[in-house]
């Protein structure tokens, strides 16, 4: 399962921490190790919008990958990001 398409590299990281921002309107995703794809400042956690319905399902996704253990593989467009931390374009859940 996964959102988007399209991106310029990709990781596979193991899901620290999941949480929403209510006045910022984002989902970020703390991940381990540290990403090493994207040219954003921060590398420990990635960040996206809640404004659609197709995030809303991302974030949901990572949730249950979060739940059973899984790890996600997260995609990355260049100079992509939301404040210091990476944007993806795709995320997937990975066995």
């Known amino acids: 399962m996964s959102f988007s398409v399209l991106s310029a590299g990709n990781f596979t990281a193991s899901i620290l921490e999941v949480g929403v921002t209510l006045n910022g309107n984002y989902a970020y995703i703390n991940i381990s190790p540290a990403e090493n794809v994207s040219t954003c400042a921060k590398h420990t956690q990635v960040r996206f919008e809640l404004d659609s319905d197709a ?6 996704l990572v949730l249950a990958a979060q739940m059973s253990g899984k790890k ?7 100079d992509d990001c939301l404040g210091d931390s990476p944007r993806p374009s795709t995320i997937t859940v990975v066995n």
């Open 72 to 78: 996600i593989r997260i995609y990355f467009s260049d």
């Open 55 to 60: 995030k809303r399902s991302a974030l949901s």
